[in-house]
């Protein structure tokens, strides 16, 4: 029987309201968020560890369906991501880093990320020199490279037909979620503001301990200090919800892990260093400076105490404290007069400074033999040890209990 004129309008109407999904308003954001999640994933575990850093290996089913995803949910192509990001790390915060906050300004990069993308994903040099090793079958150069407007398209279709004219604001916030988050967040603030457990040679930070909203991408100094680590967290604090995902794929034989960050290993403190030592020092030179830092901070609080207990004037400490473990270079011009003053304010602390830049030639100085090194290295510990400053005798000891 067919349905009366009105009665087939009144149907259309309720569909472009309603759509098939009839849903409240907060189930179609969780539906949203969820959505917008997936893809966060398929970002940070496909494109990301798996591709752009071979650091684990993804089983067929996860594999394809990531790529299916991404096509649907960001129309980007996966030779083209990897090389953009890959160069990045390459050419990391020169005039050649296709997103860096430092060369292009922190508003460039936050607001038109997306743009700097599409720009460089033109660029032929960098997709042939840094795009190898990415996926190239037949879906591959037939639909998801082919095709980037159609995937989204057919997401668009999705959401219409789930959620009616209100799919269309579903839509938008999907396809904006990695362009503010991935393009933004991560590669603009990420370079500029944050927390830093690691002095890379970069200026990534960890914008939160809890990598949750994006997928674990917070981590971000931690990533640039270890690139081929599936796992992002380090800390005990810390939290990585992609490594929960690959954790959970690899127990059913979904993905296989390649690398974790090194752990520095400690055994009985022997007499003197040694090679072991030394190689013990360079393979987890992050980890040991991270720890001479926080060495730093501590002899720098108790100086501001003892300062204090005296009533005299702390302020120039307090200025300098955030600089005091950083590499030279690392360091603001607007900021040496303060460091100075407070190294020839504080003995202690001023000879701090010296060693930790002697104990980082160990493994800048390629000129040295791997005898020299480790006479270096002997050296430095001796000095430690007879300098009087008790967290640089700590320090050596434990350093002398490190094994490669």
């Keep these: ?78 030779k083209e991501w990897v090389a953009i990001h890959r160069k990045h790390h390459a050419k990391c915060e020169t005039v050649d880093d296709p997103h860096s906050p430092q060369t292009r300004g922190l508003d460039t990069v936050m607001w038109r990320g ?58 938008a916030v999907q396809m904006l979620w990695i362009p503010f988050w991935a393009a933004g967040v991560v590669n603009g603030v990420g370079h500029y503001w944050g927390y830093r457990n690691f002095e890379a040679q970069d200026a990534s930070t960890n914008l939160s301990p ?19 680590s599936a796992k992002f967290s380090v800390k005990p604090y810390e939290f ?19 690398k974790v960050p090194p752990k520095l290993q400690l055994g009985d403190v022997k007499p003197v260093a040694d090679e072991k030592t030394l190689e013990a020092l360079i393979a987890n030179r992050y980890e040991v400076m991270a720890g001479y830092a926080r060495g730093v901070r501590q002899a720098c609080r108790d100086e501001i105490a003892a300062l204090q207990a005296r009533q005299a004037d702390v302020s120039v400490l307090k200025a300098a404290k955030r600089w005091l473990h950083r590499d030279a270079e690392k360091v603001p011009a607007g900021a040496l007069p303060q460091l100075a003053q407070a190294r020839a304010a504080s003995p202690t602390l001023d000879k701090m400074v010296t060693m930790r830049e002697e104990l980082r030639q160990l493994w800048l100085n390629t000129s040295h033999s791997r005898e020299q090194l480790t006479a270096d290295l002997q050296a430095w510990c001796r000095r430690a040890e007879e300098s009087g400053v008790a967290a640089l005798r700590e320090f050596s000891i434990r350093l002398r209990a490190a094994r490669a």
């Design 240 to 258: 990585d919800i992609g490594w929960v995902y690959i954790s959970l794929m690899k127990k059913i034989g979904w993905a296989t892990v390649k």
């Design 1 to 78: 029987m067919l349905l009366p004129d009105w009665a087939v309008l009144n149907a259309a109407i309720d569909w472009l309201g309603n759509g098939l999904w009839n849903l409240a308003w907060w189930q179609i954001v969780l539906y949203t968020l969820a959505t917008t999640h997936i893809t966060i994933a398929a970002v940070t575990i496909f494109l990301h560890r798996a591709q752009a850093h071979r650091a684990l290996d993804l089983h067929a089913i996860p594999s394809h369906f990531f790529r299916f995803w991404l096509w649907i949910g960001t129309g980007m192509v996966t």
């Design 114 to 171: 997306a743009e700097l993308y599409r720009a460089e994903s033109k660029n032929m040099e960098t997709i042939k020199k840094f795009g190898h090793g990415t996926p190239d079958d037949w879906m591959e150069r037939n639909v998801y490279t082919r095709y980037g407007w159609q995937g989204v398209g057919l997401m668009l279709i999705l959401d219409l037909a789930l959620f009616g004219a209100l799919g269309a604001a579903v839509w």
């Design 210 to 228: 809890w990598g949750i909203i994006i997928g674990g991408e917070e981590l971000h100094n931690n990533h640039h200090t270890y690139p081929t």
